[in-house]
């Protein structure tokens, strides 16, 4: 007796990339990698320095200050407007919040 095979279509190149970047996990790093890279070409180089952007998480940006006077620059005054401009540049409202904290 022969088993009877069943005959599968061929999975496009694209679905089957996408199917294994979710199912490892890596889609969500390199979702992640991309917001930190937006929000460190939005702040530029020289604030990058000071305010590093550490994680990336349910729309939450983690970003790690060096001193409470930058702190209080970007709490109060124009961490927003990165915020915005780090969404433009994804093309989607990815970050809906950025929590600002003193590097330890």
Known sequence: MHKQE????????????AAYLRDSGLESKFAQARVLRAWHEVVGEVLAKRAR???????????????APHLHELTNFTGERYRALANQKLGAPRITRVVFQLQR
């Open 53 to 67: 952007a550490v994680r990336f998480q349910g729309g939450e940006l983690l970003v790690e200050v060096l001193s």
């Open 6 to 17: 069943r005959k599968r279509e061929p999975t496009p190149l694209q679905d089957a990339l």
